[in-house]
């Protein structure tokens, strides 16, 4: 009875958490797709569209580690932070549309994986990011991350006058 009832918790936690993942992976892409080439790297105070774009996905990548400290930031569009001094001719002219969306598809593969083959335990278990008591709450600390980000770029694009992402 309890392997039952444990493996129907797993199923709900792994099903329910990839669904809403989809779902904000699938208003990602149609928050890029919507934004006009020439307004891509557009932005304010130090907020630009194809950043917060890549943001997103950059920080899927860091959450899926066990670990925090093996993540180099900013090394998947060619660049360190470290070494930046200005955004604007440093970094944006490496995000592209196509690096963003790529570089999705592989976060959105490997945490599908990692989600369909965790375990109970696994989910439930603490990893080298102290600050959450669960794995399971890191989980759910990235989506809401990523729902704040896609919220920023749905609101730019309405604030530009473009198609915005379409709530899923």
């Known amino acids: 009875m309890t392997e039952r009832f444990t493996m129907s918790i797993k199923n709900t936690f792994a099903k329910g958490l990839l669904r809403q993942y989809q779902s904000s992976w699938k208003m990602l ?67 592209s549309k ?11 593969k490997r945490f599908t994986q990692t989600i369909n083959s965790m375990t109970t335990e696994k989910i439930e278990s603490k990893d080298g990011f102290h600050w959450f008591d669960s794995i399971f709450e890191k989980l759910l600390y990235l989506l ?18 473009c198609k915005r992402s379409k709530w899923v």
């Open 29 to 95: 892409r149609n928050a890029i797709e919507n934004v006009p080439d020439e307004k891509w790297h557009d932005g304010s105070e130090d907020w630009y569209f194809s950043l917060s774009a890549y943001h997103i996905v950059e920080t899927m990548e860091f959450y899926m580690n066990d670990d925090p400290d093996v993540m180099n930031w900013g090394s998947r569009a060619g660049f360190d932070w470290d070494n930046v001094k200005d955004k604007q001719k440093d970094v944006l002219p490496k995000i």
């Open 98 to 108: 196509k690096l963003v969306m790529t570089y999705l598809d592989e976060m959105e």
């Open 144 to 161: 809401r991350h990523n729902m704040h980000h896609n919220g920023e770029l749905s609101r730019t694009l309405r604030d530009w006058g």
